[in-house]
């Protein structure tokens, strides 16, 4: 399958199937946000629970929180975004399209200049290098564009902006975090929430976004010890959650920033790339981070952010490792990786092979007719099972067709209730990925099912 064409067909599969579809369309569109369906609700929450159950719940040494959207302006001077967060930018004059400057000299020239703003205006005007979109060379200089989205707070003077990332609202709880949970060093603060960056060009489906979803977790390590073992260990951890989506080994990659490019705090940080339908791309990504977060937020906050190590006596400013995750990347990962084309018999089927955990719907019941002989015990099903698995009752059109339907967003069973289940006290079962069907009594139902997709 041509890869644009996978892309297509998911993005078309996702409309179709009730699970992801453009924000705001009826109003032509809101670019950058989407709104999860009735199934992509289910997906998406899935893989956060995933994620919370595998990095929170499962390990003595995290703790999670869910911090607010809104943060303090004085946190974005501390944290370095209000002044540096974002591309700098060269504006077309002719057709108002808006480029990353760095790419259209690098495109150009082949040099990277990035972060050097009057020499690439010098080269870009000097060089008259014409516009991708309108093919004109009438550029305004280059400037720096700040992602954060601004709005306004009552009470507060300054510029409040909804936040570009989640981890500021967990630095700023370490000193709660360690009044309240006794947490011993090494541990980390995790967290779930939404973030918002306004995007010079959002695109690549759920890709890039304007408003997302990050799980990140700020994990605090002496200053003095071995960093590099623990850096390892969370990278496995990241692969293995993207394996868990359904990654293959082969689709993902290793991406270590070169020194000349790392902030100046951070020792090393790796994005861990996915092989997407449109190329390598960042997945999630690891850093260490020094001392420079608690540091700077003690400086700028009323607060001193140490640690106080009860057995030496010290008191330190530990180090943040920070492990980042994006949450629609990973449902991208598990969409692309899911969907499957299969020739059976004359035709074509399209079956999206979520990992069991993160379908959206568990079994499907199905009556075999519409009529209330069987359309009421097979409720009566749905009823008792609902309770244990996430069930969808469907009685339109044949079962052939439902079959596909249910392919088609990933269900692992589907069970049949015929004119012998009256008799027979029986189901048909139907596994999605190999399509065999078994008879299975229906006392036993319950169990057969908690077993198969344990
Ligand atoms: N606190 C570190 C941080 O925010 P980042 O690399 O800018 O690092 C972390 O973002 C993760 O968030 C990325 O690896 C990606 O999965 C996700 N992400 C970042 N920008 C995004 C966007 N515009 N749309 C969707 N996901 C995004």
């Keep these: 399958m041509e890869k644009e064409n996978k892309m297509e067909k998911i993005v078309s599969l996702c409309k179709r199937r009730g699970l992801i579809f453009q924000g705001s369309e009826i109003y032509g569109g809101l670019g950058g946000t989407y709104t999860y369906g009735p199934l992509g609700v289910e997906l998406k929450n899935n893989i956060k629970q995933l994620w919370w159950k595998k990095f929170v719940q499962d ?25 540096g967060f974002g591309d700098a930018m060269v504006d077309c004059k002719e057709c108002k399209k808006r480029f990353r400057a760095d790419h259209i000299v690098e495109d150009a020239t082949g040099q990277d200049l990035e972060g050097k703003n009057e020499e690439m205006t010098k080269i870009i005007h000097g060089e ?88 990140e977790i700020e994990y605090l390590i002496r200053p003095d010890i071995d960093w590099e073992p623990l850096f390892e260990t969370w990278l496995k951890e990241q692969e293995d959650f993207a394996r868990e989506l359904g990654a293959k ?58 640690y106080f190590d009860q057995e030496t006596g010290e008191r330190f400013i530990p180090h ?56 009421k015990p097979t409720k009566e099903l749905f009823n008792q099972m609902k309770d244990k698995f996430v069930c969808q009752y469907d009685e339109t059109q044949s079962i052939g067709k439902r079959y596909r339907r249910q392919d088609e967003i990933g269900t692992p069973y589907c069970i049949t209730f015929d004119f012998d289940s009256l008799e027979d006290n029986a189901v048909t079962v139907r596994d999605r990925d190999t399509m065999e069907q078994e008879r299975i009594k229906i006392e036993e139902l319950e169990n057969y099912l908690i077993g198969k997709l344990k």
């Design 249 to 306: 080994d082969e689709d993902l990659r290793r991406l270590e920033h070169p020194k000349e490019k790392l902030s100046h705090y951070s020792k090393k940080t790796i994005d861990i790339e996915y092989n997407f339908p449109f190329g390598f791309k960042e997945l999630f990504g690891l850093a260490h981070r020094g001392n420079f977060d608690l540091t700077q937020h003690t400086e700028f906050g009323n607060e001193k952010l140490e």
């Design 59 to 83: 390990r003595m040494d995290m703790v999670g929180i869910d911090g607010p959207i809104l943060l303090h302006p004085t946190l974005w001077k501390a944290s370095g975004h209000a002044e």
């Design 128 to 215: 008259k290098i014409p516009c991708p979109n309108c093919g004109k060379s009438n550029w305004t200089d280059v400037r720096d564009f700040n992602m954060m989205f601004k709005t306004q707070m009552n009470g507060i003077e300054e510029e409040v902006f909804l936040r570009p990332e989640t981890a500021g609202a967990i630095f700023i709880e370490f000193k709660n975090i360690m009044d309240s949970m006794r947490m011993k060093l090494p541990f980390g603060i995790a967290q779930i929430g939404k973030a918002f960056r306004n995007e010079i060009v959002a695109g690549n489906f759920i890709f890039r976004l304007r408003e997302f979803e990050q799980m």
């Design 320 to 375: 943040i490792l920070e492990p980042t995750f994006g949450v629609e990347r990973s449902l991208l990962v598990a969409l692309v990786a899911a969907y499957t084309e299969e020739q059976v018999g004359e035709e074509e089927r399209v079956v999206m092979k979520f990992p069991k955990k993160l379908a959206p719907i568990k079994v499907a019941f199905l009556p075999l007719s519409k009529k209330e002989e069987l359309s």
